[in-house]
């Protein structure tokens, strides 16, 4: 049985925002998805924050719990990773960089029908021929290497043993997986949050690009610092950084692209801030309530090559 976890229902501050400005969420969850909306909401009981990153202002704190009520309010539960190991996830979360989920499912698959989805497997499959497996990826052979890197890392630190080396404290597990080829941030805190269970939050672009909008960081803000806004800010809970940082993921391909972003039918859509300004962004249809956006500052968000590749979702 999951465990459920609550935002405090005693919080009125917990209400979405229901002005004249805009429809309230659960409308717009039925029109946009054109299913019934699932009420199911993770909800945690939130403590004072305990840190604040540096560039980001203590104000924003309370955004966080509510803008996850109306993400997972509007599309419910997404339930990430979509795998059947932790070491399958270790493989998608490496193969996904610089490549959308859909390629990196066909290399999966392939590595599954060659039964390769074990540690032993890669460390004797010649690096061509794995190479060759993973293909559909694209940047095949460096992520070849990057596998081969991995076991052999596993190997030697952890004897091969995904257990022992998820036993190993977080910052130092952390900082040994960013030690290892072609594993950088955002793949270290995926293995160490959807493979090991470490309550490690997932700062990508999407999550840079949401924030930077809606004003809470700028543009000198770190990924380090946007971690620490999250963690500093919702509670240590696996499940809800799981869920949160899939919520994000969801919000940004779906509404939040670079350019002409769907803010009338987003779910965050109530919480952007009036003076918020978005490249290109699609106003509302006239036949509904909401007001356009008017554009007064335009800061794009820093955008890595390949953005829609870097996260498990098919869309
Ligand atoms: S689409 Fe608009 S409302 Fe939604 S997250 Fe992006 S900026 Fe905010």
């Not at 976890?5 to 979405?16: G, Y």
């Not at 104000?59 to 932790?86: C, D, F, I, R």
């Not at 490549?99 to 698959?109: D, G, R, T, Y």
């Not at 500052?297 to 820093?302: N, S």
Request: with cysteine; proline share 10%; charged share 25%.
């Amino acid at each position: 049985m999951p465990k459920r976890l609550q935002f405090p229902s005693a919080n009125p501050n917990l209400d979405l925002p229901r002005g004249p400005r805009y429809r309230p969420v659960e409308m717009l969850s039925v029109a946009s998805h054109g299913r019934s909306r699932n009420l199911r909401t993770h909800r945690v009981n939130i403590p004072a924050p305990r840190t604040i990153a540096p560039n980001v202002a203590a104000s924003n704190l309370a955004a966080l719990p509510k803008y996850y009520e109306a993400m997972s309010s509007a599309v419910g539960p997404l339930k990430w990773w979509p795998a059947k190991t932790p070491f399958e996830v270790i493989v998608g979360a490496i193969l996904t960089q610089n490549a959308a989920w859909l390629n990196v499912e066909k290399a999966i698959v392939n590595l599954r029908r060659e039964r390769m989805l074990t540690v032993a497997a890669i460390e004797r499959v010649p690096r061509a021929r794995l190479a060759r497996l993973i293909r559909s990826s694209g940047y095949f052979r460096q992520k070849a290497k990057k596998l081969k890197a991995f076991v052999t890392f596993l190997r030697k630190q952890y004897g091969g043993s995904l257990e022992r080396m998820f036993r190993t404290p977080t910052p130092e597990l952390r900082d040994k997986l960013l030690a290892v080829h072609g594993i950088g941030p955002e793949t270290a805190d995926s293995i160490l949050l959807y493979a090991g269970k470490h309550s490690v939050f997932v700062v990508d672009a999407y999550t840079r690009r949401i924030l930077q909008r809606h004003g809470h960081i700028s543009e000198k803000t770190s990924d380090e610092e946007i971690r620490s806004f999250f963690e500093g800010s919702i509670p240590r809970d696996v499940q809800l950084y799981n869920e949160y940082h899939a919520q994000i993921v969801n919000v940004g391909k779906k509404w939040c692209r670079p350019k002409s972003p769907l803010c009338h039918a987003c779910p965050l859509g109530p919480f952007l801030p009036s003076t918020a300004i978005l490249p290109e962004a699609i106003e509302p249809s006239p036949t509904t309530d909401l007001v356009p956006l008017k554009a007064v500052h335009v800061a794009p968000p820093r955008e890595p090559a390949a953005l829609c590749g870097r996260d498990p979702v098919q869309s």
